[in-house]
């Protein structure tokens, strides 16, 4: 498995924008799918964005697409979470997530960071 580790998180207004980064463990962060996760006090956790091992694909849910942008650095075994356009509905905790196998839109992922909190103010 890979250890992951959030940052970036914080408290901003609506219509702000946010990076989130999750830096990984291990040499074969290369061939880990890769995603983010979001959970807000008293919900499940739900997806967010996916990008594929060699970042060919990615996935987004309907609530943030157009919105948040996924990309990664192999190079610096780095995933990314751009949000631009944050709304309050936006405020939770961010999770990242890796898979060596697949990329799926239910927590069910091989690896979990500790989360990074994100609080949009309106």
């Known amino acids: 498995q890979v250890q992951l580790v959030e940052s970036g998180g914080g408290l901003v207004q609506a219509g702000g924008s946010l990076r989130l980064s999750c830096a990984a463990s291990g040499r074969t962060f290369s061939s880990y799918n890769m995603g983010w996760f979001r959970q807000a006090p008293g919900k499940e956790r739900d997806f967010v964005a996916a990008?594929?091992?060699?970042?060919?694909?990615?996935y987004y849910a309907d609530s943030v697409k157009g919105r948040f942008t996924i990309s990664r650095d192999n190079a610096k075994n780095t995933v990314y979470l751009q949000m631009n356009s944050l709304k309050p509905e936006d405020t939770a905790v961010y999770y990242c997530?890796?898979?060596?196998?697949?990329?799926?839109?239910?927590?069910?992922?091989?690896?979990w960071g500790q989360g990074t909190q994100v609080t949009v103010s309106s």
């Open positions: 997530a890796a898979d060596s196998s697949r990329v799926t839109t239910t927590p069910l992922w091989d690896s």
């Open positions: 990008i594929t091992w060699s970042g060919g694909r990615t």
